[in-house]
């Protein structure tokens, strides 16, 4: 049977167009080439859903021994309840959000209608804002190099946003009933998250580094063995809510009802999560909305469905 499909998306979200045919189914913080992959969705007649070569990429392809990528199979997030799958509901004093489980991915809209992932260490500046949208890091790094007004716009255009201030730290901490200071306790554990890890300026520059805008958003200090991780690879590192990496990896920007002059970001990154704050309190407004380096991150938000 000839089915058309595009992926078992949420119903809020939108699509970028054509659809594919188918027979049958302050801290300093910054960096190279990344390759740009992903699976786009065709469906069975037995109803399974089967990647085609045409990429799309809510999760990643593995890697295969030759180092190229093997087909997977890719589930778009479905709708449970008030939250869709790639996220967790969060309740606190303010009301409730729907946060990411993983911090955020992107993915860049073909030509043709269909979506590729957009490498995690190039920045979003030479696009424009709709033309790419957020998905969540599941398994995969996530995306440096983004300003708090590029993160927003990846977040809208997924039907999300950036999370408050309040969202994140309630998902961070955990439930209202014990208000932890790390996500995984109240208690530091040395390597549970992903932080205090070599700085990949002074590893590519050595130890009098200018830290201009240049280095720091070098594409090779996203690639560094040892730096940024795969969301998930840290698995102590996840809050009461499920959610991950929400202390180091990357920072996180948030919309900050105390800052509105300047950018807020939360957590910290690889190589400093304690210098500004400890731990879910980690907190950086030395930069304007539109600064990035190879350390700024994001993840979205949205409201539950009613």
Same mark, same amino acid.
């Given at each position: 049977m000839l089915r058309t499909y595009l992926g078992s998306r949420s119903r /809020?979200?939108?699509?970028?167009?054509?659809?594919?045919? /188918?027979?049958?189914? /302050?801290?300093?913080?910054?960096?190279?080439?990344?390759? #740009?992959?992903?699976?786009?969705?065709?469906?069975?007649?037995?109803?399974?859903?089967v990647a085609d070569s045409a990429p799309r990429a809510d999760i990643p392809s593995e890697p295969s021994p030759d180092g190229g990528l093997q087909d997977a199979h890719v589930n778009a997030p479905q709708d449970l309840g008030p939250c869709t799958s790639d996220m967790t509901l969060v309740t606190f004093d303010g009301g409730s959000a729907c946060v990411d489980r993983y911090e955020g991915a992107l993915v860049?809209?073909?030509? %043709?209608?269909?979506?590729?992932?957009?490498? !995690?260490?190039?920045?979003v500046d030479d696009l424009e804002p709709g033309t790419y949208r957020a998905?969540?890091?599941?398994?995969?790094k996530p995306q440096g190099y983004i300003s708090s007004d590029q993160a927003e716009a990846a977040c809208k255009a997924s039907a999300k946003r950036l999370c408050t201030r309040d969202e994140w730290t309630a998902a961070c901490r955990g439930r209202p009933d014990h208000d932890n200071v790390y996500p995984y306790g109240n208690t530091y554990e040395a390597g549970a998250c992903n932080e205090g890890k070599p700085s990949p300026i002074i590893t590519l520059y050595g130890p009098n580094p200018t830290y201009s805008s240049a280095e720091l958003n070098d594409r090779r200090c996203d690639e560094l063995d040892g730096g940024l991780a795969k969301g998930g690879d840290y698995p102590k590192c996840v809050s009461a809510y499920g959610a991950f990496d929400m202390h180091g990896n990357l920072? #996180?920007?948030? #919309? %900050?009802?105390?800052?509105?002059? /300047?950018?807020?970001?939360?957590?910290? !990154?690889?190589?400093?999560?304690?210098?500004?704050?400890?731990?879910?309190? !980690?907190?950086t407004t030395a930069h304007q909305r539109t600064y990035h380096d190879y350390s700024t991150g994001f993840r979205c938000c949205s409201n539950p469905r009613r």
């Open positions: /809020s979200r939108p699509l970028f167009g054509i659809l594919v045919v /188918s027979l049958g189914a /302050s801290t300093f913080a910054a960096c190279s080439d990344g390759t #740009e992959i992903g699976q786009r969705l065709t469906e069975a007649e037995d109803g399974s859903t860049h809209g073909l030509g %043709d209608g269909g979506e590729t992932a957009w490498p !995690y260490n190039r920045s998905v969540v890091a599941r398994g995969q920072h #996180e920007w948030v #919309e %900050d009802s105390a800052n509105a002059v /300047s950018g807020t970001f939360l957590g910290g !990154y690889f190589v400093d999560a304690k210098l500004n704050g400890t731990g879910c309190s !980690y907190r």
